[in-house]
């Protein structure tokens, strides 16, 4: 994606600002979708059409960058999805940015956890010794890392094992 780049200042808090360029790319997808309800396409089919163009644009490899992306990137990706769903180009039962993200790292995160072949599984912590404890269900059996320092929040695989470990 030649549109996202980090801002390379010294500043910290600058130099984890993403440069939001999906919606950059995803706006002129929506010309296609005017062109389309022009020519009669009915609702159905351009909700159709946006879920499988610009929501998978927006969510393309979004374990890897969500890590980096700051709260106001996500305020504007939620922002331009609210202005689709007020054109009729979203459906108004599309759930927020944030959910999409949390539905696309759960799935990738259990691919990896149940799938020995994935290339990923490799990078797992061991896993725990069974214990016969009668604690409330993980979502994995896998030994917690320690944090070395803020990076290991952004790694996809650090937040989706300390994810929902109060």
Known sequence: M???????????????TLRV??????APSLYPLRVLRHHGMNDVGLQTVFRAVVVSRLMYASPAWRGIAT????????????????????????PDFEE???????RLFR????NSAHIL???????????????????HDRQLPTRINH???????GRALYKDSY
Do not use: W
Not at 2 to 16: K, P
């Open 71 to 94: 709260a106001t990137d996500l305020k504007r990706v939620d922002a331009f999805l609210r202005r689709c769903k007020r054109c009729g180009y979203c459906s108004s039962d599309l």
């Open 21 to 26: 360029g999906y919606i950059n790319d995803s």
């Open 111 to 114: 691919n990896i956890l149940y």
């Open 2 to 16: 030649s549109h996202r780049q980090l801002n390379g200042s010294d500043n910290d808090s600058d130099a984890d």
């Open 121 to 139: 599984h490799r990078l797992l912590p061991q896993s725990t010794a069974s214990q016969h404890y009668h604690l409330r269900r993980r979502t």
């Open 100 to 106: 999409l993200l949390d539905e696309s790292d759960d």
């Open 151 to 157: 990076l290991c929040n952004k790694n996809f695989l």
